[in-house]
């Protein structure tokens, strides 16, 4: 999904930047207000419907209106919609046409092909939002030409689907597209967009991945303001429609313009906690279907490619940061003529880059580089956990694509970067800081990781420190908490809350003359250590600064 570069967003931003503000004074954001219905057919029946708020964007109009709504806009407003929170994960420094530019761009379509594009989704209500699906119409004249669906699941995970009009996506479960579209040809075409696409993107654990989709939406724009109305259909992989979701529009599009005072009061009376209900509502309904409808759960499998993976946890990012040096180093430590491409989980543009072999650095013109894309922050993971690297990396690539957590281009050239380990430089560590390797060596009971040994002599001693306390997390986890590190978070926590109330009351029971019992004392001594513990980690880290 990732066609393009940091280069051709700047070159993007360039060309679009001027045209930001040129947009009709009478064209700007209006407030749908909207309701979204959810019917199961099978296993078991179940429904719900509720009221949902929606905004449709002008693509390429930015600032606010009055004080209810903006678009990425500083200001702060009551409802507002950001480019970070669409498209590409973060580079919120970018507008939405640029973002939507370079996307289009990625799926062999030019925007300027479209003569204009609007954006429908639930907006930022007081800067929180949880927005389970947007929709972006690209018209070409006054026909809808495209749609772009954006899904976002529970996970924070995220799937784009580029759909254009008339073209029907083949699929692979043996279902014809003529009678999938049946229903859409009976239709005018003037006024619904039709498509079907294979499902490939985990949305709830009540559902597989398996099976297809059918979207009929109704063209935004047909009675003259926006007006929302789109059913998207859950086929199962035996060709039988399993959920039919629906959301449209209750009434009129509001015109943020032309609100009275009266009608702003009333207006987020109404609906400033609908957004806020959102996410309770998905829990509450999940807890129907598996306590009272006793349905199946799936297991969150990792993303395919052309997915967007979850965002970095704290420990993740810690060791992504090391194993892009350490990447870097074995390229260029490497006697390939070949440059490698790597990007991280999640498809940020700014977080993509080239590393050159000396051959490939002194080439006029070097061949294409090998891409390395990381499809899921769980490959970090997995990469300090594996007793070997090398044969992880060749191992995992051989997984079914369901289960694979990055992608290559060429798994050759890039496992002979990883073959024969870099040479790395020994510095002199000092005793506690050898005491702090041993102790991760003791719990890989196996010999030191190459990302181990990198680190401990290439990097900063805060960078590594940071390193060392999540791979000894992950490590520890797998041994008390079944391999979940949120889990060991929570059980330290825990710990942690039980030896200062204990300490604590020991202490007051000492200070009134009582003698204390051995588990107090135990529990004096260990809370009196933690405490020393915490002390000395914090003075460290103040030290470190300043050494």
């Not at 030019?110 to 972006?136: C, I, K, Q």
Request: net charge positive.
């Amino acid at each position: 999904m990732s066609g393009y570069t940091l280069s051709d967003m700047f070159s993007a931003q360039r060309a679009i930047s001027s045209q930001l503000h040129v947009c009709d004074k009478g064209i700007h954001p209006f407030v749908c207000p909207s309701r979204t219905s959810h019917t199961r057919l099978f296993p078991k029946k179940h429904g719900f419907s509720y009221s949902y708020l929606l905004v449709a964007v002008p693509v390429g109009w930015r600032g606010k209106v009055g004080s209810m709504i903006s678009v990425d806009h500083e200001d702060s407003t009551w409802i507002s919609v950001k480019a970070s929170d669409h498209l590409s994960r973060g580079d919120g420094q970018f507008g939405i046409k640029e973002k939507l530019a370079l996307y289009i761009k990625s799926q062999g379509e030019n925007l300027d092909d479209y003569t204009s594009s609007w954006l429908v989704t639930a907006p930022r209500f007081l800067g929180y939002s949880f927005n389970p699906v947007s929709f972006w119409y690209l018209y070409k004249g006054s026909k809808l030409s495209a749609m772009i669906l954006e899904v976002n699941n529970t996970f924070g995970e995220r799937r784009m689907y580029f759909m254009k009009q008339g073209e029907l996506e083949a699929t692979t479960d043996g279902y014809p597209n003529e009678q999938r579209s049946a229903e859409a040809n009976s239709q005018n075409i003037d006024s619904k967009f039709s498509h079907n696409w294979e499902k490939d993107f985990h949305v709830s654990p009540f559902n597989s991945r398996k099976g297809s989709y059918s979207l009929s939406a109704q063209d935004l724009l047909l009675s003259g303001q926006p007006k929302v109305d789109n059913t998207i259909t859950l086929i199962s992989s035996k060709h039988s429609a399993k959920i039919v979701a629906r959301v449209f529009s209750t009434g009129a599009a509001l015109d943020p313009a032309n609100m009275t005072l009266l009608s702003k009061v009333h207006f987020l009376a109404s609906w400033f906690w609908v957004g806020f209900l959102t996410f309770p509502r998905i829990l509450k309904e999940a807890a129907k279907l598996f306590f009272q409808r006793k349905l199946h759960v799936w297991y969150r499998p990792e993303v395919l490619r052309g997915s967007i993976g979850r965002t970095e946890s704290a420990r993740e990012s810690r060791i992504e940061s090391c194993f892009r040096a350490y990447l870097e180093h074995v390229v260029e430590s490497s006697a390939l003529a070949v440059p490698l491409k790597y990007t991280t989980a999640g498809n940020e543009y700014s977080r993509q880059a080239v590393f050159h072999t000396p051959l490939s650095a002194s080439l006029t013109e070097p061949p294409a580089p090998v891409e390395l894309t990381i499809l899921t922050p769980q490959f970090y993971i997995e990469f300090v956990l594996a007793e070997d690297p090398y044969l992880y990396l060749k191992s995992h690539h051989l997984n079914p694509v369901a289960e694979q957590t990055f992608y290559t281009s060429n798994i050759h050239i890039l496992l002979s970067y990883f073959q024969h380990p870099a040479e790395v430089s020994r510095n002199d560590l000092s005793a506690s800081h050898m005491h702090s390797w041993q102790l991760l060596a003791t719990l890989r009971r196996s010999k030191e990781h190459v990302l181990d040994d990198f680190v401990k002599h290439e990097v900063s001693r805060d960078q590594a420190d940071k390193y060392r306390g999540a791979a000894k997390g992950l490590l520890l986890a797998q041994y008390i908490a079944f391999g979940i590190p949120e889990l060991l978070d929570l059980v330290l926590v825990l710990l942690r809350f039980r030896l200062c109330y204990t300490s604590f009351d020991a202490l007051l029971a000492r200070l009134q003359g009582q003698q204390l019992t051995s588990h107090g004392m135990i529990y004096w001594v260990f809370g009196f250590m933690h405490f020393w513990l915490v002390a000395e980690q914090w003075l460290l880290k103040r030290t470190s600064r300043y050494a």
